[in-house]
Structures are given as C-alpha cells and as structure tokens.
Nanobody, 127 residues
Framework: QVQLVESGGGLVQVGGSLRLSCAAS????????MGWFRQAPGKERESVAA????????YYADAVKGRFTISGNNAKDTVYLQMDSLKPEDTAVYYC????????????????????WGQGTQVTVSS
C-alpha cells in the first residue's frame, strides 16, 4: 500500500515560516517527481512546487517563487517545503504528490501527472 504522509502544518502569523514534510512508503519515487499542491477554501487545488529527482530540477508556481523552497532526499522518498514570508493567501490544505517518472515544464503543475497523493495538512496564516 502506497502512502504519502504530510506533516508540519499549523497556524502561523503573517511573515512567519513553516516547514512541511512528506514521507512516502510502499513505493519509491526516487527516479521520479514529488511535488506540493494546495487547496484554499472555495478554490480549486493548485500547484505549488515540484522537484524532479533525476536532475533535482525544481519548479515553482509564480505565487510562491522567492518565498518557498522545495527540497528532499530521494533515497528516503522524503520531500520538504520550506515556506517563508507567509501571507494570508497561502492559507490552504497542502497536499504532497508523487509521480514515478519525471515531469516537464509544460505539465509539472497538472494534477493528472501525479498518481499518488497524501491526505493533506492544514496551513493557516493569520493577520
């Protein structure tokens, strides 16, 4: 059974930081891609960041560039999302996603590229 388990969410003030973690088990993504998506209340789920393990290339959504950093250890099937300078609009449930192959620039942001998902962790940024 494949599981992706997120942790690290919580309540933080504007301008603060949080670090999300995601650990995969049951299947390895070490030669594929792991990413983060988020869904705010009343909105569709959107891409946040992804890392392609083969060359460790990182993708970011425009809304988080310069503030969020994706990293991880592909040998341990673990991915992190360091979130700095948080804004109220970053409030959402954050989901970890896994793909057993690499992604490309034109499609990394698409949900249908990822076959495995975590249950999500809530991030709330208060003003």
């Amino acid at each position: 059974q494949v599981q992706l388990v997120e942790s690290g969410g919580g309540l933080v003030q504007v301008g603060g930081s949080l670090r999300l973690s995601c650990a995969a088990s049951g299947r390895t993504f070490s030669s594929g891609t792991m990413g983060w998506f988020r869904q705010a209340p009343g909105k569709e789920r959107e891409s946040v960041a992804a890392i392609r393990w083969g060359d460790r290339y990182r993708y970011y959504a425009d809304a988080v560039k310069g503030r969020f950093t994706i990293s991880g250890n592909n040998a341990k099937d673990t991915v992190y999302l360091q979130m700095d300078s948080l804004k109220p609009e970053d409030t959402a449930v954050y989901y970890c996603a896994g793909k057993t192959a690499g992604v490309i620039k034109s499609s990394w942001h698409r949900e249908d590229q990822y076959g495995y998902w975590g249950q999500g962790t809530q991030v709330t940024v208060s003003s």
